[in-house]
C-alpha cells in the first residue's frame, strides 16, 4: 500500500501494518480500508487524516487515526471527494431519464464518467434539499433499483442491473465454512401491497388497485407505498412488484466466517472463487439451511486471508428502508 499527504504527494510504500481489512458493501459501492501501525513506525506521524491510502484496486482517504498503546488503528473512506465536492444547494432533479442520464448529469465537471450501464429503464430522481453528486448516485441506486461500482482510481462508474455473478460456488461446514451467524425477522413482512404515485395514481390490475406475493405465505399482509415522482402507472407497476418480490418473504441475513479454497488450489478456483454481489449456496447441517443468497458485503484481509468473512442476504433494501428512503427524498 501506498501512502500519500494532503496534497497527494507520494509519502512512501507501508511497511510493518497489521490487521489490514477492506471492506466493500453492495448496496452503496462504498468501502472502507483498516490497518494497525506502530506507534514507533518511521512514517508514524505521516499517517494522519485527510491523508490517503492507495492500493492496487482503491484510493482511500484517512478519516481516523486511534492511538491504543504500542499500535494505532487507521481507518479510511473510498476517495470520493469530487463527487462529494459536487454541491447542488437547492437540490437536483432529472425527469424520466436513464440512470446513466442522471448521474452523467450529476458528476458533469468533477472528474469522474459513466463507463458502463445495462440498465435502461427511465425513472425520476429528485432530491430537495441540499445535497451532493454523491447524494444523487445513492439515490439512484435506490430508484433504479441498480448496483453501482466506483473505480476511485480511474474515476469511473459501472452500473449494473445486477452485480456479480452465479459461479456456482458453494459454502458447507466442514470444508470451507467455520462460522455461521444467522439473522432472520418478518418486521417488514407483506403480501399486498398498494403503490401510489403522483395526483393519486394507482394501479387498475383487473379492477384491483393492489398487486399480490403469496410467495412464502398465503396470509394477506397489506401496506402501501406512496412515491409522488411516479407519473406512469407502468412504471409504479413494475417497480411496486420488484419491491413486493422482496418484502413477501422474511428478510434473512448471515455473517460467514469462510476458508478462501480458490487460492488454495488451482482445483478448487473455478468453484470456490467468490466475489461481492455474486450468488453462492449455503449448507448448513447444524441449522437445517440450504439457501442461495448473494454476497452483499465482503471483508477482506489481504494479510491473513483466513480471516475472512462474508455478509449473505435474500434482499437488498428492506420496505422500512425502501418507505425511508422515498419518504425523505420525494
Known amino acids: 500500500m501506498e501512502l500519500y499527504n494532503d496534497l497527494h504527494e507520494k509519502v512512501c510504500i507501508l511497511s510493518g501494518i497489521k490487521a489490514t481489512c477492506i471492506t466493500s458493501t453492495l448496496k452503496t459501492g462504498d468501502k472502507e480500508i483498516t490497518f494497525e501501525f506502530r506507534r514507533t513506525n518511521r512514517f508514524a506521524s505521516s499517517i494522519k487524516e485527510e491523508g490517503y491510502i492507495r492500493t492496487d484496486k482503491d484510493e482511500f482517504v484517512i478519516k481516523q487515526v486511534e492511538p491504543s498503546g504500542e499500535w494505532f488503528k487507521c481507518t479510511g473512506t473510498l476517495n470520493v471527494e469530487e463527487l462529494e465536492g459536487k454541491q447542488y444547494p437547492q437540490g437536483f432533479e432529472t425527469v424520466e431519464k436513464t440512470v446513466e442520464q442522471c448521474l452523467t448529469e450529476a458528476v458533469s465537471g468533477t472528474g469522474w464518467r459513466v463507463i458502463r450501464c445495462d440498465v435502461t429503464k427511465k425513472r425520476t430522481v429528485r432530491i430537495e434539499q441540499n445535497c451532493s453528486a454523491w447524494d444523487v448516485a445513492q439515490q439512484a441506486i435506490t ?29 458447507i461446514e466442514r470444508l470451507n465454512l467455520k462460522k455461521l451467524q444467522v439473522q432472520s425477522n418478518s418486521y417488514d413482512f407483506a ?31 397489506t401496506m402501501t407505498w406512496k412515491d409522488e415522482r411516479y407519473t406512469d402507472v407502468v412504471s409504479l407497476k413494475e417497480d411496486a412488484e420488484a419491491k ?8 434473512k441475513s448471515y455473517t460467514a466466517d469462510v476458508v478462501n479454497l480458490a487460492e488454495q488450489s488451482e482445483e478448487h478456483k473455478e468453484v470456490f472463487s467468490i466475489a461481492l454481489g455474486d450468488t453462492v449456496l449455503l449448507i448448513s447441517k447444524s441449522t437445517g439451511i ?24 435474500n434482499t437488498r433494501l428492506s420496505f422500512e428502508e425502501v418507505q425511508k428512503t422515498e419518504q425523505e427524498l420525494s
Do not use: W
Request: proline residues 3%; aromatic residues 14%.
Open 143 to 171: 430508484t433504479y433499483r441498480c448496483e453501482i461500482v466506483f473505480d476511485s482510481i480511474c474515476k469511473e462508474i459501472s452500473i449494473y442491473e445486477k452485480y456479480g455473478e452465479d459461479r456456482g460456488a458453494y459454502f
Open 244 to 251: 413486493l418480490d422482496e418484502i413477501s418473504k422474511p428478510y
Open 290 to 313: 440450504r439457501e442461495s443468497h448473494r454476497i452483499v458485503k465482503f471483508y477482506e484481509y489481504p494479510q491473513t486471508r483466513e480471516k475472512n468473512k462474508v455478509e449473505l442476504a
Open 191 to 221: 403480501t399486498r401491497l398498494i403503490p401510489v404515485g403522483k395526483d393519486g395514481l394507482m394501479l387498475n390490475v383487473g379492477g384491483k388497485n393492489y398487486i399480490e406475493n403469496y410467495q412464502y405465505s398465503k396470509k394477506v399482509k
